[in-house]
């Protein structure tokens, strides 16, 4: 059997394997030294994952476009970041003028629909038109061809925002009805945004699962995602439901545009949607491509990863300035399940001919 | 003729439509009011009006091409109809604009001036070309007419005129656009003749009305009297020795040319030229990866850090100072950084498939612009601070400080990098890496070592991108980690991407295109990477193979092209 093993060795195997073992001890050599350092209450701890929570939640509706276009097109939508930053640039002008009005002060939750109505169908309609103009004249193109018109439709979205709206920073009101209230639970006080922020986003994914696996067509996206040609055989407009597809993710992202708006009001502009997409998309992948409660599962862990890892494990190791290095901290992780499980935690769901 | 147009009026209607979006998109967006400050002729023309009339003239040109059959009065006719029905997105941006901007209420909540920035006063006078709201939005109309028919004279025209009339409006809108530059290069060839020609040609920037129709008229002869068909036909008359010696001279003046470039165009644009250079070294090194190897890296900008701190730590004598080498003795170890960092970060990689490894090597990048960022190396690369006070390179006792000789580096560094990448291309290993290219499975059961071919195609590129580095570090003399984000990366893939993936010449046509345009007009900045990522979708689209496509990929391309045709041809029969 050892010699079996030998006759399978390899120099990349090898140097994977020791690199996959010096992450985890690093990683537990942090978790050690900070948890022996004792230098965060319980309570701070609870507002961390709290507070990744309500930003995972983000990223799990960002993450469902990534998803749900993956297992159909097999291709990242690497707009996508940038759709969902459309919607939340758009609304941020409405919410200013809701504000404004006081209409956002009598009626917080109409105010707070309308926003996401207009967020989640800016999104779409965006989406659906990249959709239109850089992939499906690609169909069957060599894979890394509709990643480079994506890499462009980011920048043309990006740009386009820039010059529509300028290239000032915007910031969403603060709700009245939600500002400064906690909601006290066993000792730990959680800020009112981030439940609901939370909350709504669950509402939305639990939505989407029941539309996927309980409508006519959730049911066409799963075979299509299954196989192009035998749902075209089987009578499915397989362009069109492409089409919804795209619509599906785009509202999503929209809505999560507002939701961000709600939980962090600061930071609006043009560029906002880059780093997002690509965590969201490191959501994604760490629930497994293409698998619908994965991606929002994932997307919950990368938040609450995001949240807590650098104080947990980057200050054990004794970095200074942790805070710094939280975006490093989630490429790190995108770069390490990539490396060692890009089928992700779940799985990935695609049908076998594709993977 | 009534007839034809009543049955093509649907068509009519989709590119109206068409190019109004395109003409309302531009405006919306900005690009035709901060071109309005760019005069071409006189002060009348401007870059804003090309931009305004660009969907005009294009869906004048789409129409043409769809009357092909037609007679040419109903084709006029049609152009002028779609041109005219194209300006109504506009008209309504206008009617927009004076409800909702200047007759506004102060005291309402929203004001759409805050939303759209370009919704202004400004623009409104540009589209109603300051003649008042009724007139003007008449003149837009008829104008937008006149636009749709000049689209359809560019494929309606006979042959000769039409070549002539393409030929001149050319000329006159390139010499207009570049007017600046080019008054330079006359300015610095009669230095010392004392004629002042460019108070002839040029007022105010831009070209001189009465210049513009004497270039125009020369242009115009010029095409129409095909004279570079004439010669190009002549020279493939000639003997083939002649040819030979015909192609050293035309190599000598190339040579003469590039290294006299800097002293005619002045500082400015020597800093440009300089900007080029580096990115044809790293387009090369990409070029490498992404071409040949068909790895695509969007991190690449990492390496190119890489080599601009290594020169920045091992030659400045600030605190960051590690050693005082001088330039040329930390170039090589600047490369062998970006070699070992290459071999480093491509060693993880080395199993991934294609679009993750694009997003891999993305997030690479962003990592090391963070922890280049962050307190917690301060102490190597300077934190936020950066790098200063990083010493010019001398060549035997001269400071190299002018831009004009960093040019001659750079020039010199890239011809190194073009001279290695054919040679490698022509090589067992670029073979290799073409094969893999294509298809990573078959080449490993063809015996090629992947893990060896993939990184030394990493290694390769990263060593050209550490080169730029290091040479960008020493003539910009500070460095900060800001100046090292994903957009670098961007232009290094979409100038090879426009140039054409894996063609050399492709890379300094892409260079120049993407990054010397910009640099000569500056108000581009804000609009370059809007530029960027339209071409990118477009290229990808209508000419996937870029514009210099290298040889083996045309005739692949070719190739399919029959076999498809071959496969139609027997289906049909």
């Known amino acids: ?355 | 003729m009534f007839n034809t147009l009543q049955e093509k009026f649907p068509l009519i209607q989709k590119f109206a439509l068409l190019g109004g979006i395109v003409a309302i998109y531009l405006t919306a967006v900005g690009v035709v009011i901060t071109f309005s400050l760019r005069n071409l002729i006189g002060t009348f023309v401007s870059l804003g009006h090309v931009f305004l009339v660009l969907g005009a003239v294009g869906a004048g040109v789409l129409i043409a091409q769809q009357f092909k059959d037609e007679d040419d009065a109903s084709t006029y006719v049609a152009g002028f109809l779609t041109g005219a029905m194209s300006s109504v997105s506009l008209i309504l941006f206008n009617i927009v604009v004076q409800l909702f901007v200047v007759q506004a209420s102060e005291e309402g909540v929203f004001h759409l001036r805050e939303m759209f920035v370009n919704f202004s006063p400004d623009s409104l006078a540009f589209l109603t070309f300051g003649q008042g709201f009724l007139f003007g939005n008449v003149l837009l109309f008829f104008l937008f007419g006149l636009m749709g028919l000049l689209g359809v004279s560019f494929i309606r025209l006979p042959e000769k005129i039409r070549r002539g009339w393409i030929n001149g409006l050319i000329w006159v809108f390139s010499v207009g656009l570049f007017s600046e530059n080019v008054s330079q290069v006359i300015r610095e060839l009669f230095k010392y003749s004392g004629t002042s020609f460019n108070k002839i040609l040029f007022t105010q920037k831009a070209l001189n009305p009465v210049a513009a129709i004497v270039l125009f008229a020369l242009t115009f002869a010029f095409g129409y009297m095909g004279i570079k068909t004439a010669t190009s036909q002549k020279w493939a008359a000639m003997p083939v020795e002649k040819q030979k010696t015909g192609r050293i001279v035309i190599t000598v003046m190339a040579v003469i040319f590039v290294a006299a470039l800097p002293w005619l165009v002045g500082l400015f644009l020597s800093q440009a030229l300089f900007i080029i250079g580096m990115y044809v070294m790293m387009g090369l090194g990409l070029n490498i990866v992404v071409g040949y190897a068909g790895l695509l890296d969007l991190g690449y900008v990492a390496f190119f850090a890489f080599g601009a701190y290594t020169m920045g730590i091992l030659t400045t004598t600030g605190v960051l100072g590690r050693s005082d080498l001088n330039f040329w003795t930390a170039l090589p170890f600047a490369m062998l950084v970006g070699v070992l960092w290459g071999v480093l970060l491509g060693f993880p990689v080395l199993r991934m498939r294609g679009d993750y490894l694009a997003i891999v090597t993305l997030g690479f990048g962003e990592i090391i612009r963070i922890l280049a960022l962050s307190n917690w190396l301060a102490p190597l690369g300077g934190g936020a601070q950066g790098v200063l006070h990083i010493p010019q390179p001398e060549f035997f006792g001269l400071s190299m400080n002018s831009p004009q000789a960093m040019y001659y580096l750079v020039v010199l560094g890239a011809v190194l990098a073009a001279f290695v990448t054919i040679r490698l291309r022509d090589s067992r290993l670029g073979r290799q890496w073409m094969a893999m290219r294509e298809d990573e499975d078959v080449a490993e059961a063809m015996g090629i070592n992947l893990v060896q071919t993939k990184l030394l195609a990493f290694s390769i590129g990263a060593a050209f991108s550490a080169l730029a580095g290091s040479i960008f570090a020493a003539r910009l003399g500070n460095i900060f980690p800001h100046s090292f984000n994903i957009l670098i990366s961007i232009n290094a893939l979409a100038l090879i991407i426009v140039g054409g993936l894996g063609s050399i010449p492709g890379v300094v046509v892409g260079a120049i295109i993407l990054i010397g345009l910009p640099e000569m007009l500056r108000e581009f900045a804000e609009y370059r990477l809007l530029m960027y990522g339209i071409l990118l979708i477009i290229m990808m689209i209508v000419k996937p193979d870029g514009f210099m496509p290298e040889a083996r990929r045309r005739q692949e391309i070719k190739d399919e092209k029959d076999f498809l045709t071959e496969q139609a041809a027997k289906s049909e029969g």
Not at chain 1, 284 to 310: D, K
């Open chain 1, 1 to 355: 059997m050892l010699k079996q093993y030998f006759d399978r060795f390899s120099w990349v195997d090898f140097f994977l394997r020791v690199f996959q073992l010096a992450a985890v001890v690093v990683i537990i050599v942090g978790i050690f030294n900070s948890i022996g350092a004792a230098k965060y209450t319980s309570g701070q701890w609870v507002t961390l994952v709290f507070a990744g929570l309500a930003q995972g939640s983000i990223y799990a509706l960002i993450a469902l476009g990534y998803t749900l276009v993956y297992g159909i097109l097999l291709m990242i939508n690497f707009a996508h970041g940038d759709v969902y930053m459309a919607g939340a640039f758009t609304a941020v002008f409405l919410a200013n003028s809701m504000a404004a009005s006081g209409f956002l002060a009598t009626h917080p939750v109409w105010a707070v629909l309308l926003l996401i109505l207009l967020a989640a169908s800016v999104s779409m309609v965006l989406n659906v038109v990249v959709e239109r103009v850089a992939y499906r004249p690609l169909r069957g193109a060599p894979r890394l061809v509709p990643l480079i018109t994506a890499i462009g439709a980011s920048f043309t979205i990006e740009y386009t925002f820039r010059g529509l709206y300028g290239a000032e920073f915007q910031s969403y009101p603060i709700i009245p009805a939600l500002d400064g209230q906690y909601w006290n639970v066993a000792g730990f006080a959680i800020p009112y945004t981030q439940i609901v922020v939370l909350v709504a986003a669950i509402l939305l994914m639990a939505a989407l699962f029941f539309f996927i696996e309980r409508t006519k067509i959730g049911k066409a996206m799963r075979a299509v995602s299954e196989d192009k040609e035998v749902a075209r055989l089987m009578g499915i407009d397989v362009d069109k439901t492409i089409m919804i597809t795209f619509a599906i993710g785009g509202a999503l992202a929209g809505a999560a545009g507002v939701f961000n708006g709600i939980f962090r009001p600061q930071g609006v502009f043009f560029f906002m949607g880059f780093i997002p997409g690509i965590k969201a998309f490191t959501a994604a992948v760490l629930g497994g491509i293409g698998n619908i409660p994965g991606a929002m599962v994932g997307g919950l862990f990368l938040g609450v990863f995001e949240a807590i890892g650098p104080n947990l494990i980057l200050e054990g190791l004794g970095i200074p300035a942790v805070n710094q290095l939280r975006d490093a901290f989630a490429f790190t992780i995108l770069v390490l399940i990539l490396i060692f499980r890009p089928q992700g935690i779940f799985g990935e769901r695609l049908s076998e001919t594709k993977a």
